[in-house]
């Protein structure tokens, strides 16, 4: 039994740390959008405000490949629990073809509840800051 909770430890430990990746990737993002909006002044040119959209767009897309590794590793995890005591081999493969559902895919990520209602808003929030400073 020692064997399968230091495996499934090890794994959870994969889990904490792509979820703490995506708490400061959304961090980082928000930083990043508001130090540009912070850079720009009222004369400046709209272009300089689109580059605000090339953090939101790059985060986003980092932030939904750590959702897709954790949700890969959350199926091992749930693999090796229901494993039997003398199948564990401590394996953290976490691309074996039964976990590539339709859940753990890139593009489910990429549109996940999550992912939209953090990312959406922001970039909602970065359009009114471009149009409010350039009527």
């Known amino acids: 039994m ?3 909770i230091k495996h499934l430890e090890m794994i959870q430990g994969v889990i904490t740390r792509m979820a703490s990746n995506s708490f400061a990737l959304k961090g980082w993002a ?3 959008v508001a130090g540009i ?4 002044g009222k004369d400046v040119d709209k272009i300089y405000f689109l ?3 090339i953090p939101i767009i790059v985060f986003w897309g ?3 490949y750590y959702l897709m590794q954790e949700r890969l590793y959350r199926s091992l995890y749930e ?17 074996l073809p039964e ?3 339709k859940k753990n895919e890139y593009g489910n990520c990429f549109f996940s509840k999550t992912e939209l209602w953090f990312y ?3 970039a909602i929030v970065t359009a009114g800051i471009i149009i409010i400073t350039h009527i």
């Open 37 to 40: 909006f912070a850079l720009a």
């Open 62 to 64: 980092l932030d939904s």
């Open 30 to 32: 928000v930083t990043l």
């Open 51 to 53: 580059v605000a959209y």
């Open 120 to 122: 959406l808003p922001l």
């Open 99 to 101: 976990f590539n559902t």
């Open 2 to 4: 020692e064997n399968k």
């Open 79 to 95: 693999t090796v629990r229901k494993q039997k005591l003398e199948e564990i081999d401590f394996s953290m493969n976490a691309n």
